[in-house]
């Protein structure tokens, strides 16, 4: 067990619906991040939060948003979804810069999304 | 901009085996290099990291070591079980940036009895 959670394991939805991934970080972590996986992308950074702010950007769509709440949970927000949205989505946690483990970045179990 | 590269699987191999797992990666300066295992099912696990040229990670009878001069954190084990079936990630984090990591494609492994 990693200790960062995210919810909810599945979902299933329909195209052009809008949906909601939560992920809660290790404690004390102050970043988060997010990956997808997909079969023909593989596994890509989508956006990096920190103590709350937006701090980096990948292949995000513009479809896609992030947050980063005061209690350092964070959502993605996923609108208007297409199949090629389906895919397992990763969120990550890494300890403060200059901490014990600061390079390691510990993977919750995902949020496999399914858009039918 | 920053890339890993990882051997084309899948790999098969009988337990015992000995396993290699080519990465190679593409980056300016200094990255810290890692190997990610996704057992079926489930989330990403760190296995074994270096941060710089030389070191050596080593984790549950794997090993890989942070060669500069051939850009390369080949993954290796002695014997193989077939609890080591799995997919292998090489990932590398930037020195500079915020601390994305950037991933191969990974390597399916599957052992046999």
Known sequence: ?116 | GNSVTQMEGPVTLSEEAFLTINCTYTATGYPSLFWYVQYPGEGLQLLLKATKADDKGSNKGFEATYRKETTSFHLEKGSVQVSDSAVYFCALRAPTGYGKLTFGQGTILTVHP
Request: net charge negative; glycine share 10%; proline share 5%.
């Open chain 1, 1 to 116: 067990d990693s200790g960062v959670t995210q919810t909810p394991k599945h979902l299933i939805t329909a195209t052009g619906q809008r949906v909601t991934l939560r992920c809660s970080p290790r404690s004390g972590d102050l970043s988060v991040y997010w990956y997808q996986q997909s079969l023909d992308q593989g596994l890509q950074f989508l956006i990096q939060y920190y103590n709350g702010e937006e701090r980096a950007k990948g292949n995000i769509l513009e479809r896609f948003s992030a947050q980063q709440f005061p209690d350092l949970h964070s959502e993605l927000n996923l609108s208007s979804l297409e199949l090629g949205d389906s895919a397992l989505y990763f969120c990550a946690s890494s300890p403060t810069p200059g901490g014990a483990g600061y390079n390691e970045q510990f993977f919750g179990p995902g949020t496999r999304l399914t858009v039918l």
